[in-house]
């Protein structure tokens, strides 16, 4: 998306001058809380439209059938929403993509010259088990209906992800705990996955939690919620609660 004029190439900046805006609906935690916890547990400044009174408008209008984008940046189909400098982009696991080394939360190239497409690998993988399916389960059909239209098949859709699917990738990345490659592991991405199927299976994840064969996964997730920067921001007014978004607690799709 590159422009002929000069004035339109991206602009370097001071390292005063540089600050990110992160951009996303108001009310809920949803995709944009990897992206928060990222800035937060690099003590990183950053904007974010969830605590703007306008947030809602600004979000429609970056997603607005009439915003065509700009000479550097296609327009955006949904948020969360990165802009830093001249650059726009969106998807979560691609702003984590290009925060993880800007932030220091992935290894340097010098370090481990795949390293951040590993850490990205495991993010995706996230978002994909912990979280895109995990929202799935209470709109099964279609994400234009509202979950009473569909409760029939979301009760049978919850079945097959407590049993099949939740511990698959729980599995996984228990499996990823035990390898040398992964000594080190942040692990913020995968605790607020694991935070928010909690929030919606308590229950089934209560009953995960003690069978003990993911230890290492639920023992990672309370060791993130202890680091200094990540418990400051849990326990601030900043953190927003889980509501209709992504996690959704619906008693009748957990278990008894």
Excluded at 21 to 37: F, K, M, Q, T, V
Excluded at 150 to 169: C, I, T
Aim: with cysteine.
């Amino acid at each position: 998306m590159a422009s002929s004029e000069p004035s339109s190439k991206r602009q370097k900046t001071s390292k005063e001058e540089i600050l990110y805006e992160l951009i996303y609906w108001p009310s809920l935690p949803g995709r944009a809380e990897h992206i928060r916890l990222a800035f937060e547990e690099s003590n990183t400044p950053y904007t974010d439209t969830a605590q703007d009174p306008k947030g809602l408008d600004i979000v429609l209008s970056e997603i607005s059938q009439t915003n065509q984008g700009d000479a550097l940046n296609p327009p955006i189909c949904a948020p969360p929403i990165l802009k830093h400098r001249s650059l726009i982009i969106n998807q979560t696991p691609n702003i984590l993509l290009y925060l993880g080394p800007k932030l220091g939360l992935v290894p340097t190239a010098e370090e481990d010259e795949g390293g951040v497409y590993h850490v990205n690998q495991l993010a995706l993988t996230a978002l994909d088990g912990l979280s895109n399916e995990a929202h799935d389960v209470h709109h099964p059909v279609a994400t234009g209906l509202y979950y009473e239209d569909q409760k029939v098949e979301a009760k049978r859709k919850a079945g097959d992800y407590l049993e099949n699917r939740l511990p698959k990738f729980l599995g996984y990345f228990e499996r990823v705990l035990g390898g040398e490659a992964s000594k080190g592991l942040n692990g913020f991405m995968v605790d607020e996955c694991v935070d928010g199927v909690k929030h919606a299976f308590p229950n089934a994840m209560k009953r995960i939690g003690e069978e003990g064969k993911f230890a290492k996964v639920f023992a990672l997730y309370e060791r993130v919620k202890e680091r200094p920067n990540i418990k400051k921001y849990l326990a601030s007014e900043r953190r927003q609660a889980y509501g209709m978004g992504i996690y959704r607690h619906y008693p009748e799709l957990d278990e008894e």
